[in-house]
Every structure is written in structure tokens, then in C-alpha cells.
């Protein structure tokens, strides 16, 4: 696995931990703005993702998450907070609970029980729009600008730029075209999904900071209120404005929670 580290190396070990079909090129910003605030800022690329191996099977499946992220932790030692977002969250939670913990805290973020099946709709269709690759960078931006209106589209294409590879002519995303497939044809994974977080919030003790975009729309309040019953000892951030990709949409107000959180840790 590939990841990218910055901050002082004797500072809090935060780990970072994208979604399905994301990379970690998801987490610059916030992984600096974490270095600059004192915390060793840890963000891997998930398998089949960005520069990390592919699955030579094409399994994608959220056992083998886990034990990648497993694995990162031992290697980055010690007990490190976990910042996960979507399937990154739902990993971390998984590794979170189990006893004994091997992690300080968690930060779970736009993860429900009760999530709504429009939005990952929406998010699945965005991820197979393009299995045919983009002709140029600018089409690959105005497919981003069309996905998150909310967003300023960039004039610089060279950030977007780190999230494809080329490959025969054309663009495509940078992870495993596998990775959509299974998202896409097995509703069973979401449940599988599901059922595990479930389990989890039964021994989940760890300080867990939950945090929700105010304008998701994969999780509603009435999921977050879900969420917060299954892990009633959890702080709860809304950030305002954001959608499901909190940290893209509202960076700062993210990182000043997290920060909060990590700060008050005993």
C-alpha cells in the first residue's frame, strides 16, 4: 500500500481513510492542515486504489479492508486515531471495536445504519459513468463539476489530474474498474456492510467523534439520530453545508473538529 505521511514524527498518529473509489489525494489538504497542527498525518491509498496494488483476485471485499487496515496500524504503531469517511468509516469502526482496541479514538464520518439508498445511488452511478475513460483532463472536470455543483470547478486540472491514469489515449479514474463492479451488482454488500457497522456499535468504546454533512444525501439528521443511538457515548459535528464528501466541501470546518476532538482526548 501507498500512502503519504507529513508532521512531526513523535506527534499523535492520525490515520486517514478514504471511501470507495476515492484516493488519497482526498485527504491533502486535511493531512496537512493535521501535520500543521502537531499530529504525525498518515493517509494510505485502500487497495485498488490510487497507487496501491489491485486485488490480482478482483476482491474487494470488507474483510480484506479490514486487515489492510490492520496491517497500516501495526506498521504506523502505537495507538492511532482513525479518521475514516463512507466504507473508510465503516472499516475503522469494525477495527475500532474489537477488543482489545488497537486505536486512541475514532472519527466516523457520513456512515448510518439507516442510510439513504438515493445517494449511494447517485454516488454508484458517478463511479460507472466513466468506464469508457475521459478523451481529455477538462472532460474529467466537467464530470466532477456536474457530480458536486457545490464545488468551484477548477481552473487547474493538475489535482484532478493525480486521481486518473492514462492509459491508450484516454483518462481513466485510478482505482480498480472491480471496485465499481462490486459496489454495483451486489446489493448484499451494502447489507454486509450494514450489519457490520451494526455489530461493531455493540463494542465500540473508544472517544468516537461522528460527523455528518449537513447536506448529505446519503445520510439524513433522522440517520445520524440512528447512528447516535447505536453509539450514544459519541460527540456529534454536523458541518454545515457540506455534502457526503465533508473534508472536500468544508475542509476547515472539518479540520477544526477533528482538531477539537483529538485536543480533548485525556
Do not use: C
Request: glycine share 10%; aromatic share 8%; net charge negative.
Amino acid at each position: 500500500m501507498v500512502a503519504d505521511a507529513a508532521g512531526p514524527t513523535d506527534g499523535q498518529t492520525v490515520l486517514f481513510l478514504h471511501g470507495s473509489g476515492q484516493s488519497r489525494g482526498s485527504w491533502r489538504k486535511a493531512l496537512l492542515e493535521a501535520a500543521r497542527r502537531g499530529f504525525r498525518a498518515i493517509a494510505p491509498d485502500l487497495r485498488g486504489h490510487g497507487d496501491s496494488d489491485w486485488s490480482p483476485d478482483g476482491v474487494y471485499s470488507l474483510e480484506l479492508l479490514v486487515a489492510d487496515l490492520r496491517n497500516v496500524i501495526r506498521q504506523a504503531g502505537g495507538e492511532p486515531v482513525l479518521v475514516g469517511t463512507s466504507a473508510g468509516a465503516t472499516m475503522s469502526m469494525i477495527v475500532a471495536a474489537s477488543p482489545p482496541p488497537p486505536v486512541r479514538a475514532t472519527v466516523l464520518i457520513d456512515i448510518s445504519p439507516t442510510p439513504q439508498m438515493e445517494g449511494i445511488a447517485e454516488v454508484r452511478a458517478f463511479m460507472g459513468s466513466a468506464r469508457e475513460g475521459f478523451a481529455s483532463l477538462e472532460e474529467a472536470a466537467d464530470a466532477v463539476a456536474a457530480y458536486l455543483p457545490q464545488r468551484s470547478r477548477p481552473n487547474d486540472t493538475r489535482g484532478l489530474e493525480r486521481n486518473l491514469r492514462f492509459r491508450d489515449g484516454r483518462y481513466y479514474w485510478h482505482w480498480d474498474p472491480e471496485v465499481f463492479f462490486q459496489m454495483s451488482g451486489a446489493p448484499t454488500q451494502i447489507e454486509k456492510s450494514l450489519a457490520a457497522l451494526r455489530q461493531a456499535a455493540k463494542t465500540l468504546t473508544v472517544p468516537t467523534l461522528y460527523v455528518r454533512g449537513g447536506k448529505s444525501n446519503v445520510v439524513t439528521e433522522e440517520g445520524a439520530r440512528a447512528f447516535l443511538e447505536l453509539v450514544p457515548h459519541a460527540q456529534y459535528a454536523n458541518i454545515a453545508g457540506a455534502h457526503h464528501m465533508v473534508a472536500g466541501d468544508a475542509n476547515d470546518a472539518f479540520n477544526d473538529a477533528v482538531s477539537d476532538f483529538i485536543g480533548g482526548l485525556s
